[in-house]
């Protein structure tokens, strides 16, 4: 099952706008990252938020992490058609001793899309 | 180039056929990872490997295979392809400490 949920699932703002997507997940985690594919394209790392992190930005994204409420949001400020592309978040769990394989779990992702 | 490459970009095929994708890295990764990605289903791992000697079954394993033939190169088999299996493959390479996953451009197969 997946660890992630997405909120929206779609999204449709004009340029300009601010955009705001929201994840939920139901187990801990080492860490929360968030990646973006353009339409066939593979998947681009965006940023990643510790645990013991509650909020990062990077150029206009600014990640919240709330691990009491287990979610996270993705925010991005001054939207442009260009950003227009799905959002995954994915969820990262490290194994028993800290070595051992370290689950990163997928949501289902919000299509987001920025009309010019 | 291409951090990762997969190799075919688009394949189309028959039931009962195999079929092989193929990933290689430039990275210097010792993880890579095989993915599926279906409509609304997000990602779901096939395989993944943590050097040439270690294999691991993902969630969706059956009817897979994989091969890690050097540290850089990791492919995908469908022993015999069937049209559920038509999706989107990705290979991605990761790191050991936080998860963070490059990925390739993916791998569009189609089984008629």
């Known amino acids: 099952s997946q660890q992630g949920e997405e909120d929206p699932q779609a999204l449709s703002i004009q340029e300009g706008e601010n955009a705001t997507m929201n994840c939920s997940y139901k187990t801990s985690i080492n860490n929360l990252q968030w990646y973006r594919q353009n339409s066939g394209r593979g998947l681009v790392h965006l940023i990643l938020?510790?645990?013991?992190?509650r909020e990062k930005h990077s150029g206009r994204l600014r990640v919240t992490l709330d691990t009491s409420k287990k979610s996270s949001s993705l925010l991005i400020t001054a939207s442009r058609a260009a950003d227009t592309a799905s959002y995954f978040c994915?969820?990262?769990?490290?194994?028993?001793?800290?070595?051992?394989?370290?689950?990163?779990?997928f949501g289902q992702g919000t299509i987001l899309t920025v009309h010019p | 180039d291409a951090d990762v490459t997969q190799t075919p970009r688009n394949r189309i095929t028959k039931t009962g056929k195999r079929i092989m994708l193929e990933c290689s890295q430039t990275?210097?990764?010792?993880?890579m990872y095989w993915y599926r990605q279906d409509p609304g289903l997000g990602l779901r791992l096939i395989y993944y490997s943590f050097d040439v000697k270690d294999i691991n079954k993902g969630e969706i394993s059956d009817g897979y295979s994989v091969s890690r033939q050097a540290q850089a190169k990791f492919s995908l088999s469908l022993e015999s392809a069937i049209p559920n299996q038509t999706a989107l493959y990705f290979c991605?390479?990761?790191?050991?400490?936080?998860?963070?996953?490059?990925f390739g451009e993916g791998s569009r197969l189609t089984v008629l």
């Open positions: 990275k210097g990764h010792d993880r």
């Open positions: 994915a969820t990262f769990r490290r194994g028993a001793g800290g070595t051992s394989y370290g689950k990163l779990t």
């Open positions: 991605a390479t990761g790191t050991v400490n936080t998860g963070e996953l490059f």
């Open positions: 938020i510790r645990s013991n992190e």
